[in-house]
């Protein structure tokens, strides 16, 4: 998260990073106040006024004619220039006199140069070794193309830019030609390839600007810029002579001594900062408009460059980003549901609410809800891959199909991620620059924050060159949603945000689907008005008969492949079919089973389907669920075969599977495990004979049919009465926790069979990764009957933390190289086995690892609130040991928004509730920036707690709560009636300055109820609360500043801007309106 201390428009708003610095930017030339104050007064009484700024250019004077006269004063240099032009006409250009040059020829011939330098691929020869110069020619590349653009429009007039531009690309072509390279020549090339744009820009701003200034200072300047003109000539001269006499002949003598590069290159650079000086005057808003306008320019003719073929650093990004954002893989997991049988889905495409969706030319939001069975999966693969798929292709479609047997499909950030991907690999024009840069600032951070990647797919959909995004998200009720990760209520929260603005102008539409649960239903009531809503159940007569009808189709198809399969005669076909759709309330799901059972009846006959239909089959899916596992002829094995695969964290395959059946004790070998294991073409069979037609088996993996499957198996959380659970019923059979365990003991012993060298198969690989996992989903007690196991486990050294460690690192997360098995134990959240390692005494409970850590700060980190007591009971620990970076338990407690563990600290009477760590920041800091409000108003309770302690940058935490935009942290804060609201920061700015900067209207309100408040307080720039809040367009903000009558609407800043230029110069029409409107006298 950037620091607060920056301008509110480079402060993102999000809780999910950690600190950073963002300096606010600046132009290259130091400006002093009084000269950029002056150059601006003109243009900011005009716009003040409504008037737009505009400037005539008079036909600028050539100074490259002058600076080749100059140069050729020399007579040395005349020779030079007169070879270099013999060297370009050798190569196709006819330059003739020098008074003429004809544009369309040069711009032939550079187009010509560049596809010869593109078939070169950028690779050097020397010595008979390939060296790549990819990075350096690469830049240099790009600044020719832009060069070629500049000074191709004056090449009819001024034959030596024809001469610069002409000679950079020949001289490229030399390079990759000669025998020796020289790194200074190639520097050169690219200082001078990325100087000529700036010049440019230089040029066109100052020299021909209608600005009233000192002839004889013009003079100055325009005599600098001939010099250094005449510079960038020379240099490419003598480029073209050094390197066409390399290319034709060894040279005996050193030939680099004779040509002065190092101070050719240092001229340059004190002339470019000469000139730079004398533009101090010039407006560095319009000079930074004029140079990106010329880079959008060099992006434009690279972009368009379609063979050009070199990986750039950009291209490394967005593979990357490509790669971090492949978080699911989400093609693969929509295909594994069934596509629809044709003339289905019929119903709900041609539904009204579904064509006002979908036909509307800005947002829409659509929610489809639909009991178990009613076939939403299926409806939605058809959406995605055909209902809504347009012929000319200009709509995007993104989807992400939730799923709870999946850990990466029940993420909201994962669903997000691959959205996000999707679009960005359909529009690739729709990824900025400024997404590739934070790869290197945030790294893998960046795609484990829903938040980040939310605003990043936002802003994206909202570019006027999005067009038409549909995002299909299935399922919703099946992403997780817990108090440790509430995925679901964080994306429901971002959704109607969102669409609940009203304020975002473009055609990005969601249609959620998801069971009609009531949290999801309440959640959304805000936007009964903005999303409307199908059930897939119908919702009258009409309705309910159109899905009653497609039903039928789909067992219609069903029992026309059943007859092929099994011969039957016509009539046989008709009576199958007619025994099924005679059936009332039928669904999808329903069908399926009793197809699949009939399927595999042994013999065909009427009768058998007729008992199948009426009497083996129940009414309901969880009768016919019971019915089918009631049949099985080993309950045992059924019931932890299905132990096993409604907990894995993944699909397992048949030899996973078979292995995970036959490890029964730690004591097992790697052999006596394979004797026991059945081959996987016996063990398929097996699977089916143990739990029917439950079990899918889709490419060698084993599934549960249906979701309905594993709510029906799985004890909900928490767990029902026993009274409501019946002894000869399989719903509910298998308790979670009991679960967790099998399967946190066959990885364990998994791994424990492992022999020195032996090679780790797919088996151990899941067990290395997710046996902590299993092992603390476990109950307390039989974690801490297991500890021993997970204890050996810890201890670092042996043979056997190494073989899992390698995978668990590389795949999940760090472990500190010298803990101990205390300290790794909390790390991976084994509390049963940290508890017994304190108990024993077998820990050092004090000990430090490599970054200073104790064992009481990780376990203050991950909310071990009974490893946390036990620790403070033994009395060697110290509540107040710092790490590396300064920070204490409480700090790691506070920072996660671990309450318990934090009033457990606090209440020891040690804990020191005002430490600072490396960044100046408190407790209290910290849970006020990740909103942890019963943290705070636990921090504040202990009376302990300075309100007013400043970090480094001297902010408070009602800083940090005035910018995210808390509004009850920052009415608990104030109600403390400790905090400073007026307290400025080291830049001179205080609350109200953040909450207007990022738009909070409620924090702002909140601001200005409070006595003594300052409405115009100014910050060492000169700026107030009211130009941030203009300058970022949060128009409310505004009219809550002007609605005071106190804000200072004839203020200026150090540049000397007032209110009006901020808005105007940031496009906010609407917010300009209001401040002229403000200034208007009133008419009685």
């Known amino acids: 998260m950037p620091s607060f201390r920056v301008k509110a428009r480079f402060w993102k708003k999000s809780r999910s990073d950690g600190p950073a610095s963002v300096e606010r930017k600046t132009s290259q030339q130091q400006n002093t106040p009084d000269q950029r104050k002056d150059s601006h007064q003109q243009s900011s009484h005009a716009l003040e006024n409504g008037e737009q700024s505009a400037s005539t250019t008079s036909k600028p004077p050539d100074l490259w004619s002058e600076a080749e006269k100059r140069l050729r004063q020399d007579e040395k240099m005349n020779r030079v220039m007169d070879e270099a032009i013999e060297i370009l006409e050798e190569f196709g250009m006819k330059v003739g006199s020098y008074a003429t040059a004809d544009r369309q020829q040069l711009s032939e011939f550079l187009d010509a140069r560049v596809d010869d330098l593109e078939q070169k691929k950028w690779i ?204 699911s893989p989400y093609r693969d997991r929509k295909d594994r549901n069934a596509k629809n049988v044709p003339g289905t889905c019929g119903w709900f ?401 998994s791994l424990l069979a492992l022999e020195d060298g032996a090679e780790m198969d797919r088996l151990d690989v899941y067990s290395a990764r997710y046996w902590p996992v299993h092992f603390r989903e476990t109950s307390f007690e039989s974690q801490y009957r297991m500890a021993v196991l997970g204890g050996a486990l810890c201890t670092r050294g042996t043979d056997i933390y190494e073989l899992w460690s390698v995978i668990y690192i590389r795949t999940i997360g760090d472990l500190p190289h010298n803990a101990t098995p205390l300290i790794v134990a909390i790390i991976l959240r084994l509390e049963g086995v940290a508890c017994l390692l304190v108990e024993t005494g077998l820990a050092k409970a004090d000990f430090k690892d490599v970054d200073r850590r104790t064992a009481l700060s990780y376990a203050s980190q991950y909310g071990l609130e009974f490893t946390v007591k036990l620790l403070l009971m033994t009395g060697k620990v110290d509540p107040n040991s710092k790490d590396f970076f300064d920070r204490t338990p409480l700090h790691f407690a506070s920072r996660n928004g671990h309450v318990s563990v934090a009033k457990i600290l606090i209440e020891s009477g040690k804990a020191d509730v005002n430490l600072k760590n490396r960044d100046g920041e408190t407790p209290l800091h910290l849970a006020s920036k990740y909103g942890y409000e019963s943290i705070v108003k636990h921090l504040i309770g202990t009376g302990k707690a300075d309100v007013n302690s400043k970090n480094r940058h001297g902010e408070t935490a009602l800083f940090y709560a005035s910018g995210y935009g808390d509004e009850s942290l920052v009415k608990l804060l104030i109600e403390s009636g400790k905090a400073d609201v007026n307290l400025k920061n080291r830049h001179g700015q205080t609350p109200l300055f953040y909450a207007s900067g990022n738009g909070n209207e409620s924090v702002v309100k909140l601001l200005l109820r409070t006595a003594d408040v300052e409405i115009n307080p100014e910050d060492s720039e000169g700026q107030t609360p009211l130009s941030w809040a203009a300058e970022n367009g949060y128009d409310r903000v505004v009219t809550l500043l002007l609605e005071t009558g106190a804000v200072q609407m004839d203020a200026e800043d150090e540049l000397g801007r007032r209110l009006l230029s901020w808005a105007v110069e940031e496009g906010h029409g609407a917010v300009a309106q209001m401040l002229r409107d403000a200034r208007k006298p009133q008419v009685d």
Request: hydrophobic residues 40%.
């Open 349 to 749: 495409t041609g539904h009204p609410r579904f064509r006002a969706w979908i036909e509307r030319d800005q947002q829409s939001l659509l929610w489809v809800s639909a009991d178990p069975g009613c076939g939403k999966s299926v409806l939605t693969r058809h959406l995605v891959d055909e209902a809504l798929v347009t012929a000319a292709g200009e709509r995007t479609i993104c989807y992400f199909f939730f799923k709870d047997e999946f850990e990466d499909q029940q993420s909201s950030t994962s669903a997000i991620a691959s959205v996000l991907r999707q679009l960005f690999l359909a529009k690739p024009h729709l990824l900025p620059d400024s997404v590739l840069d934070r790869i290197d600032t945030d790294g893998e951070r960046l795609t484990q924050s829903f938040d980040q990647l939310w605003s990043i797919f936002v802003s994206a959909a909202a570019n006027p060159n999005a067009g038409e995004v549909v995002c299909i998200f299935d399922a919703l009720d099946e992403c997780q949603d817990n108090d440790q990760r509430p995925d679901r209520r964080r994306f429901i929260e971002a959704v109607k945000n969102l669409y609940g603005d009203g304020r975002q102008k473009c055609k990005l539409k969601f249609l959620i689907t998801s069971r009609p649960y009531g949290d999801i239903r309440s959640a959304f009531r805000e936007l009964t008005d903005q999303m409307p809503t199908i059930h897939l159940s119908g919702e009258g007569e009409p309705e309910v008969e159109k899905i009653s009808r497609e039903i039928d189709l789909v067992i219609e198809s069903r029992v026309y492949d059943i007859s092929k399969k099994k011969s039957l005669d016509p009539d046989e076909r008709q009576f199958l079919q007619e025994q099924l759709t005679a059936r009332p309330n039928r669904t999808y799901l329903w069908v399926s089973l009793t197809l699949n059972f009939i399927e595999g009846i042994p013999g065909f006959t009427k009768g058998n389907v007729r008992r199948a239909v009426h009497d083996e089959i129940p009414d309901t899916v969880d009768g016919a669920y019971n019915k089918i596992l009631s049949r099985s002829p080993d309950q045992a094995k059924a019931r932890r075969l299905l132990h096993i695969i409604t907990a894995a964290k993944r699909p397992l395959s048949l030899q996973e599977l078979s292995l995970c059946m036959a490890l029964r004790g730690e004591n097992q070998s790697k052999q006596d495990i394979m004797d026991e294991t059945e081959p996987v073409h016996r063990f398929r069979h097996t699977v089916r004979d143990l739990c029917g037609l439950l079990l899918a088996i889709v490419d060698d993996k084993i599934y549960l049919l249906h979701q309905t499957v594993k709510e029906f198996l799985v004890q909900p959380q928490p767990p029902l009465s026993p009274q409501t659970l019946s002894q000869n019923s399989w719903k509910h059979a298998l308790v979670p926790t009991e679960s967790n365990k099998i399967l946190a003991e066959i990885c364990v012993w």
């Open 124 to 327: 050097v020869r020397v010595g008979g070794h390939s060296i790549g110069v990819q990075d350096q020619l690469t830049r240099i590349f790009k600044n020719v193309l832009v060069v070629k653009d500049i000074v191709t429009t004056a090449a009819a007039t001024s034959p030596p830019a024809a001469i610069v531009c002409a000679s950079m690309t020949v001289s490229m072509q030399l390079y990759i030609q000669a025998v020796e390279q020289h790194d200074q020549l190639l520097n050169g090339l690219e200082i001078a390839s990325n100087l000529i744009p700036r010049l440019h820009a230089m040029e066109a701003l100052y020299l021909h600007s209608n600005a009233v200034l000192d002839k004889s200072f013009m003079n100055k300047f325009r005599e600098r810029m001939i010099i250094l003109y005449s510079k960038v000539l020379e240099l490419q001269a003598r480029a073209l002579s050094y390197l066409r006499k390399r290319s034709v002949s060894r040279i005996s003598r050193d030939i680099l001594k004779q040509d002065p590069w190092e101070a050719l290159l240092q001229d340059m650079n004190n002339l470019e900062r000469e000139a730079q000086s004398f533009t101090a005057l010039i407006d560095r808003a319009e000079l930074n408009k004029a140079y990106e306008k010329v880079q959008r320019k060099l992006q434009t003719a690279v972009d368009g460059f379609q063979a050009w073929q070199t990986k750039s650093s950009r291209d490394e990004k967005v593979k990357r980003l490509f790669k971090m954002l492949y978080t």
